[in-house]
């Protein structure tokens, strides 16, 4: 069986690393907010070529303490792209902002700056632009946007650890970025984790107090904070596997192109190859989606599906995100995500693209 992703395999190569530095935590005796803490925000802030990263207990978390840093109120809309995955549009939802969706563009899959501005009233506020699937969004063009509506911008980089966008990381392309350390993530460690990274001093300061109650001295409260911190385990794990992150992206990049260049299937569409994308998640796209699914499995081979869902047909939304995004919805029934991993044995990839060949 060629699986989608073997997160065992992942973490095995770091085994007697990983052991050693979780023993140290334990005998260390101090588990929140302590050295490992400090060394990984210290260590990612200058990965992604920022001032400051911030450690949070989960992704979600991350974008929504980067909204509520900048202060938004009930009412206030943020643009959102329509096919990322829910979390992105949770974290506005759960600060009584409101999610305005625009349609992705069909080639990149990340938001189609062209469509902003039409959906751009007195009441928005900010853009979040998503880095779907390892790619990151036009964000030159959507900062132009920003600027010229006075917007603040937001980066959701949870599928984005170490991409560029000309000649800057991941994370150092807006205002404020939140990232996710979930195991599966191109950076991930053994349960949940996230960060939030920035220039910007007073965020930094801010988001630092609003995820510890809201407290920058202890027992007295600045703000109404949540509690969700990185903890000293996961950031031990996550100093270790930063150091070998962009060897194994650099690996995910060998693997993307292997896929772009050898399958050759007219029924099949495939992304575009850059040396500047992560290639978190693998996707192609066809008509025959549940086929190919079926066949690979027959075959022995794990796809996923990258969502198999729209967010504005969610069930807890009710209908309230709007119902016309036929982009979306295309690229909804259509796409299905490879195996890709740096532990994935290029004999491996070999044979997935063999049996797409034969599809
Ligand atoms: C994983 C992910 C999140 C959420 O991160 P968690 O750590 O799982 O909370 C947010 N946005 C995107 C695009 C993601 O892929």
Redesign the pocket.
């Known amino acids: 069986m060629i699986r989608f992703l073997d997160l065992h395999k992942i973490n095995e190569r770091y085994r007697k690393e990983i052991d050693e530095s979780i023993k140290e935590v334990l005998d260390s005796g101090w588990y929140l907010l302590g050295k490992q803490n400090e060394e990984f925000c210290k260590n990612f802030a200058e990965y992604c070529g920022v001032k400051y990263a911030v450690g949070i207990a989960?992704?979600?978390?991350?974008?929504k303490l980067a909204i509520m840093a900048l202060g938004f109120k009930q009412g206030d809309e943020i643009i959102v792209p329509s096919n990322?995955?829910i979390?992105?549009i949770l974290?506005i939802s759960e600060c009584g902002c409101t999610p305005v969706l625009v349609e992705p563009d069909i080639n990149t899959y990340n938001i189609d700056a062209d469509k902003i501005e039409a959906k751009i009233t007195k009441n928005t506020k900010a853009i979040l632009a998503?880095?779907?699937y390892g790619q990151t969004a036009n964000m030159q063009k959507i900062s132009q946007i920003a600027d010229k509506y006075n917007l603040k911008l937001i980066e959701?980089a949870?599928?984005a650890h170490g991409a560029y966008h000309n000649g800057k990381r991941a994370g150092n392309l807006a205002d404020v970025a939140?990232f996710?350390?979930?195991p599966g993530?191109n950076l991930g460690c053994l349960g949940?984790?996230?960060a939030v990274t920035t220039n910007n001093e007073e965020l930094y300061n801010k988001i630092k107090a609003l995820r510890n109650y809201g407290s920058h001295k202890k027992y007295e409260n600045l703000y109404i904070g949540l509690n969700s911190r990185l903890d000293e385990v996961q950031a031990a794990v996550l100093n270790i596997k930063l150091k070998t992150l962009d060897t194994d992206n650099e690996y995910r990049r060998k693997i993307a192109k292997y896929y772009i260049e050898n399958i050759k299937n007219e029924k099949i569409i495939l992304p575009n190859y850059s040396n500047d994308h992560v290639y978190?998640i693998f996707t192609v796209r066809t008509e025959k989606r549940d086929e190919l699914q079926q066949y690979l499995k027959e075959n022995n081979i794990e796809t996923l599906i990258h969502y198999p869902i729209p967010p504005h047909k969610q069930v807890c939304y009710n209908g309230k995100l709007g119902d016309s995004y036929p982009v979306s919805e295309k690229i909804h029934s259509t796409i299905l995500s490879l195996p890709i991993s740096p532990v994935l044995e290029m004999e491996e990839v070999e044979k997935v693209v063999e049996v797409i060949n034969r599809f």
């Open positions: 989960n992704g979600l978390d991350a974008l990322t995955y979390a992105s974290a998503v880095h779907l959701d949870a599928q939140g996710s350390f979930y993530k949940d984790g996230g978190h």
